[in-house]
């Protein structure tokens, strides 16, 4: 798993928005359970947003919900987060994860992770 050239994280102003996108050329996404993770400083690493394999579910950690935004482009194999109304507490290095089981299931691959500050 990859990062698109044009969102590899980086500064953002409290109340901005960023959109990070996770390639996997190599992946049919309609095969895999899709997630975001974060670790802030710290901290323990915590899923941020999951959607199951067949798209239908999609669970978020209370602190993004009505932010954050997971999505899938499957044509594109491409996997975004959007991210809106961004926090200072948002700061962290996010991860894109695939599980071929599920959601709440360990996943099976993971991207290596891009840094997203938040700060004025």
Known sequence: LS???WSLGGLVQPGGSLRLSCAASEFNLNHYAIAWF???????REEVSCESISGRTATAADSVQ???T?????????????????KPEDTAVYYCALGNIG??????YWGKGVLVTVSS
């Open 3 to 5: 990062y698109s050239s």
């Open 38 to 44: 974060r670790q802030a400083p710290g901290k323990e």
């Open 66 to 68: 009505g932010r954050f």
């Open 70 to 86: 997971l999505s899938r482009d499957s044509a594109n194999h491409t996997i975004y987060l959007q991210m809106n109304n961004l």
């Open 103 to 108: 959601c709440g299931y360990v996943m099976a």
